[in-house]
């Protein structure tokens, strides 16, 4: 059966849809501001579907009042938050020991505030989401990374090894992306509770990255850190509708706890950094419909995402042979080497420069970069294939 995509438009309820590209060039976001008109942009970690009805209805709504002053519905969030979790992840999120802040990056900075002294060191795991880099400068912290293995059959492995060793040396956290960004990897139950164990014992506080749990694809399960033995004594979880509804620019995320200990890391931030004026109104209505009512359009996002990953593979092997890559078991996003072109340096000027099409860096994702690019495949089949 061909690839069929719902049209924009066409009435299709909860089907996930995504505009021709003559109106998504009308968007004014950066991901469509960055470049010339005649760049392709599949850099920038957005979608390109239309917003979920639930979303837009609330956000309608809104606007329709004038409702932008300041939130309130942070019980409703944290309340939709749990429901999501547990009927998605069969997670039990107590909503008591969350708390809402503008986005991850914000959340990840003020933990790592909370738990570190300026010039602690705090691991990463690269090549990983770019601004890891950006928040430990801004949390005035030092970077250990410890590299991602690859294993002969391309898969991307945690090194467990790696993490002990760098545990033992005494860093004070470490920030975990879980899924992978950039390789698509979702870490299994049993490598999360290995580096559950060494946290424990070498006393680091974890802070897991968990933005695109919901975007994790057929042929994956995706465990919660927070789930494994020790990580609710060692961790904090940060999730936001984001990535999953593409709706960064609404401003509203979550930091979760499952122990009154560690909740009590969350609650020992600033009140300045707790003042509700940190999240957007429209960030809160936006992230509550979301987790509310937006799971039948999840479940439509994730089956285009998934038949986006397979066209992505038949076309790298029918018109890029010598790329490779490991398709991803999460997110929208694709990692592939293209180190066999002779192209180690800057492979993503090529791309730009000669097929007008905007790529992600492998260098700006830290060690073992070099050669790579990223690539968005949330979008159309039609651009896609262009």
């Keep these: 059966m061909p690839d069929q995509e719902p049209v924009s438009g066409s009435g299709a309820g909860a089907a996930a849809t995504v505009p021709a590209l003559s109106v998504l060039r009308r968007r004014r976001s950066a991901k469509w501001r960055e470049f010339p008109a005649d760049v392709l942009p599949l850099h920038i970690a957005e979608t390109d579907f239309d917003l979920a009805p639930p979303v837009r209805a609330v956000l309608e709504e809104a606007v329709h009042r004038s409702d932008t002053g300041y939130p309130a519905g942070a019980a409703d969030a944290t309340a939709a938050l749990a429901q999501f979790a547990g009927e998605f992840w069969s997670w039990a999120i107590d909503p008591a020991k969350v708390g809402l802040v503008s986005d991850v990056g914000v959340g990840c900075v003020e933990m790592l505030r909370v738990v570190c002294r300026p010039g602690d060191r705090v691991v990463v795991c690269p090549p990983v989401y770019p601004p890891f880099f950006e928040w430990l400068r801004e949390a005035s912290t030092n970077v250990v990374e410890v590299p991602l293995r690859r294993l002969d059959s391309g898969d991307w492995r945690l090194d467990i090894g790696g993490l002990s060793s760098a545990f033992a040396s005494g860093p004070a956290a470490m920030v975990l992306c879980n899924p992978h960004n950039p390789v698509g990897r979702v870490h299994s139950r049993e490598e999360l509770a290995e580096v559950a164990e060494l946290a424990a014992r070498h006393r680091v506080t974890i802070v897991s990255d968990e933005i695109h749990a919901p975007l994790v694809l057929p042929g994956a399960d995706f465990t919660p850190f927070l789930s494994v033995p020790h990580g609710n004594a060692v961790g904090v979880s940060l999730l936001s509708a984001s990535k999953a509804w593409n709706i960064p620019g609404l401003k ?69 042979p010598a790329v490779s890559w490991t398709p991803p078991e999460a997110t929208y996003l694709g990692w592939l080497d293209c180190r066999a072109y002779g192209l180690a340096d800057q492979p993503q000027r090529l791309f730009l420069d000669q097929a007008r099409v905007a790529l992600d860096p492998g260098p700006k994702f830290g060690a073992g970069g070099s050669g790579w690019v990223r690539i968005n495949f949330g979008t159309s089949s039609a651009v896609l294939d262009e």
Excluded at 268 to 296: D, K, M
């Design 252 to 320: 509203c995320a979550a930091i979760v706890a499952a122990s009154q200990q560690m909740y009590g890391i969350i609650a020992s931030r600033p009140a300045h950094e707790r003042w509700r004026g940190r999240i957007g109104n429209l960030g809160v209505l936006g992230f509550t419909a979301a987790f509310t009512e937006g799971t039948p359009w999840l479940l439509s996002e994730i089956g285009q995402l998934d038949r986006r990953r397979a066209q992505l593979a038949r076309l790298l092997d029918q018109r890029l």
